[in-house]
């Protein structure tokens, strides 16, 4: 438990201060213990935290299981054990400074999709006392630019066949920041004026002091997120965030892992984005502390993940909902490739119950499949399905509960005063824990709006039910007001999914002149299958109020827009029908 001042002193980023003050002396007397009835608490407790940074706490695991593999690119079949990664950490943790004189708090980028080099860098930025932030591969050098700017990233890495966006984006800085190349292949070539990274890596002879000392109140990670709203913006979270979100989800209760041995190893695929906080903290620093094997897979397709489920083992699985639709409908996706998967997490979006039930079915026994909510501004889990959970119409589609050292309440979010609803009421979902960001970089005002009274306010709606499940059921800045009716779009797409001709789905808000907004849907239909609009609108209708009815129309697209993390992005089927009409 902590004791009072400590959120001060270890979990408030110093310089954003000034930022929130209101917030932080609330939070000085944060506690699990004696909290209000409809404020929600881990039913497992609390478990103790590290006073470590993230390389204190890693970085051991990594000489224990020396001997085992690490990461396996599962396009090239480039791979590392344990060992490999921690002295290859090490010597980029020596060179980077010493060359490019890098002192504690700079900051590096990493522009990368997920590869098994992704986890020396990480680990060696931050053994070096340096400061991280990760950018999308696929974005053009105007939006690698503005986050280079935005973070003052020093140095930049990146695959050989990303240096041109990477000139292309330091360019449009105007600033010198040196770039690292990674080789994707033995025969790629470094090109001019840019550092091999495998020079870096293998040099054993650098000298130098060790790196200034690091405290786990320091700023170690710098996402970036949009928040509830608006343009993406930086997200502080320090080595006591990041560790103690580690912590939290290794307690027994919610811990699936087993530690390596000679015969046997856990294995996942990781097809989620390390640059983003779902990938990079639960598929590589999680597998990396539970000494698991992670094949990487650079970009999803397929024919790739086919290759991992015949290749490899796979027994703990991270996904998003999508990724839960390919392995149902794809046809040679086959029950033998789960035969060693002790647990299936999905997060990033809700996955419908229904989904839960084809999943099962293809599999032909039962297994654990779990639901975890959280956000890059928590670290990021918050709530998640401990061991045991089972699978009923009544729990699917639930988050799970939350966490050790965590507080939730549901609040509406038209007051003010965030007095905590009960159970089975829907409102806005607040939080408190020490994975909660300090704040916003660079970013005052918008780091005060995020708390309110010291309560991290999420934009997430939801509920809780009377066995403290947890539900999110929409976006605030996502519900569509029919004459005054809030309508959740997520409620509407489950419906919608449920029909047996309908594969994927989507809704938004359009306006309307009588209603205000009334929903229309987007939706992909399965495979030769012949779909009547008017058939689905009446199935729509005989399962929601008339308010909810698919008044703005239905909308055929061979996909649903989603970003890399499985969240629709709603706002840019609104910007079509604003542009087109449809």
Request: net charge neutral; proline share 6%; charged share 25%.
């Amino acid at each position: 438990m902590y004791s009072k001042g400590v959120w001060l002193k270890r979990f408030i980023n110093k310089n954003l201060l000034s930022c929130y003050k209101r917030n932080i002396l609330n939070l000085r007397t944060f506690s699990t213990n004696n909290v209000n009835s409809n404020v929600l608490t881990c039913d497992s407790g609390d478990v103790d935290l590290p006073d470590s940074t993230i390389p204190e706490f890693i970085l051991p695991k990594l000489e224990e299981y020396h001997k085992y593999t690490a990461s396996e690119c599962a396009t090239t079949g480039r791979k590392y054990t344990f060992g490999q990664v921690r002295k290859k950490c090490k010597n980029l943790n020596k060179a980077i400074r010493h060359i490019f004189k890098l002192q504690k708090g700079d900051v590096v980028a990493i522009l990368l999709p997920n590869c098994p080099e992704f986890a020396i860098s990480a680990l060696g930025i931050l053994e070096a006392g340096l400061v991280l932030t990760t950018l999308n591969p696929i974005y053009t050098p105007d939006e690698i630019s503005k986050q280079l700017i935005d973070s003052s990233a020093k140095v930049l890495i990146t695959q050989v066949q990303g240096v041109n966006n990477a000139k292309a984006a330091v360019q449009l800085t105007q600033k010198h920041i040196p770039i690292i190349a990674i080789k994707r292949l033995q025969n790629d070539s470094i090109p001019e004026g840019v550092i091999d990274f495998e020079e870096l890596v293998n040099n054993n002879d650098i000298s130098i002091s060790d790196a200034d000392h690091v405290k786990s109140s320091d700023l170690a990670f710098l996402p970036y997120s949009s928040g509830t709203t608006g343009l993406p913006k930086g997200v502080e979270l320090t080595h006591h965030n990041i560790i103690s979100n580690l912590c939290e989800i290794s307690h027994k209760d919610y811990n699936y892992f087993d530690p390596p041995t000679d015969s046997s190893q856990d294995v996942t695929a990781a097809v989620l984005p390390y640059y983003h906080i779902y990938g990079f903290c639960l598929s590589l620093l999680n597998m990396a502390y539970n000494g698991a094997k992670t094949v990487t897979i650079e970009k999803f397709t397929p024919e790739v993940y086919l290759s991992v489920l015949q290749k490899h083992p796979l027994s703990i699985i991270y996904v998003a909902p999508p990724l839960v639709l390919f392995f149902i409908s794809h046809p040679h996706v086959k029950a033998e490739h789960f035969d060693h998967l002790k647990v299936l997490t999905s997060g990033a979006a809700p996955l419908g119950h229904s989904d839960e039930e084809r999943f099962i079915k293809k599999l032909g026994r039962e297994t654990n499949i779990c639901q975890g909510y959280g956000l890059t501004e928590t670290s990021p889990i918050l709530t998640y399905s401990p061991k045991g959970t089972k699978r009923t119409e009544h729990s699917s589609g639930s988050v799970g509960k939350v966490v050790p050292n965590t507080l939730i309440k549901i609040v509406s979010p038209d007051d003010p005063t965030g007095t905590p609803l009960g159970p089975n009421e829907k409102g806005e979902l607040l939080t408190k824990g020490p994975q909660v960001m300090g704040g916003y970089h660079k970013r005052e005002e918008e780091s005060k709006n995020a708390f309110l009274d010291g309560w991290f306010r999420t934009g997430d709606i939801g509920y809780y039910n009377e066995q403290k499940q947890v539900f999110i059921t929409d976006r605030i800045k996502e519900l569509i007001k029919v004459k005054g009716y809030q309508v959740a779009p997520a409620e509407l797409e489950a419906v919608i999914r449920d029909h047996p001709s309908i594969e994927d789905a989507a809704v938004i808000g359009i306006p309307h002149s009588k209603y205000g907004e009334v929903p229309r849907a987007y939706i992909v239909p399965k495979k030769d299958v012949t779909l009547d609009i008017e058939d689905l609108k009446k199935y729509v209708a005989v399962k929601v109020a008339p308010y909810k009815q698919l008044q703005g129309g239905v909308q055929i697209l061979e996909n649903i827009p989603k970003n890399p993390s499985g969240k629709i992005l709603r706002r840019q089927l609104k910007m079509g029908f604003e542009k087109n009409g449809v």
